[in-house]
């Protein structure tokens, strides 16, 4: 897969998966139409939730750099390029999920601990943006492979 093509599809699903969370999140609040900041029933989800939200946030960055080590440095480049596709679509699943779970426990209890645990790891799901400079640096390319990407690129 040619590196322009794959930033442009990883930028397309990266940018569906934020506006998926955010579009998600307006309609839940306009569902609900208002917060409840005191919870007298010790519901499963006020423990749950903030604790995937956590594992998802910390699972997300072990998983991306555990993936990325896996690249063998002689590899080509067009396969260091696919592993890295797919180590960035796995980071944004785990952020994913405990998003949408605190969507589901916010829609359905109303309270605004989940909303605003949804909102931070929307906001760092959105910060993940995919780049041309943030491929290379990540990938941590040689000088010979920065300046053959250069040239796919253009």
Do not use: W
Request: glycine share 6%; aromatic share 12%.
């Amino acid at each position: 897969m040619q590196p322009n093509v794959l930033l442009k599809t990883l930028k397309i699903i990266h940018l569906a998966l934020c506006f998926g969370l955010a579009l998600f999140a307006v309609l839940a609040y306009l569902q609900i139409g208002g917060f409840a900041t005191a919870n007298a029933d010790s519901s499963l989800m006020l423990y749950l939730v903030p604790t995937l939200a956590v594992a998802g946030y910390f699972g997300s960055k072990y998983i991306f750099a555990s993936q990325l080590r896996k690249i063998v440095k002689e590899a080509p480049l067009s396969q260091k390029l696919q592993q890295y596709f797919s180590a960035s679509i796995l980071q944004y699943a785990v952020i994913e999920g405990p998003g949408f779970l605190a969507l589901l426990a916010y829609f359905t209890s109303g309270n605004a601990l989940f909303l605003v645990i949804a909102i931070c790891l929307a906001v760092y799901l959105f910060s993940l943006k995919p780049s041309y400079q943030k491929l290379k640096n990540e990938l941590k390319l040689s000088y010979t492979e920065q300046k053959d990407l250069d040239t796919l690129n253009t």
